[in-house]
Nanobody
Framework: QVQLVESGGGLVQPGGSLRLSCAAS????????MGWYRQAPGKQRELVAA???????NYADSVKGRFTISRDNAKNTVYLQMNSLKPEDTAVYYC?????????????WGQGTQVTVSP
């Protein structure tokens, strides 16, 4: 019943910015940590950024100083502001959330959104 819907991906030039959004809906009792992962061709899925229910954050070293994760608990939404984008940021970005729903507490995944950084 829980769904995560992502938006905001697209094509951007190096040095540009993009903002990803991920909204959770359904039978949600509470949302714990939320995060963004990405997967480039031939590489493993990696954690980009995460934010806890008390707004503490973690970032991959490769995006520190460029990306900012935030959340709006009233809207069950997590955001990823991406600045100074580089070609190596090109990947499919997936939203993830640790959610208590009904009697099941587990992680849920968004459908993925393509981010392409290219001149």
């Amino acid at each position: 019943q829980v769904q995560l819907v992502e938006s905001g991906g697209g094509l951007v030039q190096p040095g540009g910015s993009l903002r990803l959004s991920c909204a959770a809906s359904g039978s949600i009792f509470s949302i714990n940590a939320m995060g963004w992962y990405r997967q480039a061709p031939g590489k493993q899925r990696e954690l980009v950024a995460a934010i806890t229910s008390v707004d503490s954050t973690n970032y991959a070293d490769s995006v520190k100083g460029r990306f900012t994760i935030s959340r709006d608990n009233a809207k069950n939404t997590v955001y990823l502001q991406m600045n100074s984008l580089k070609p190596e940021d090109t990947a499919v970005y997936y939203c993830n959330a640790d959610i208590w729903s009904d009697y099941d507490r587990r992680g849920y995944w968004g459908q993925g959104t393509q981010v392409t950084v290219s001149p």
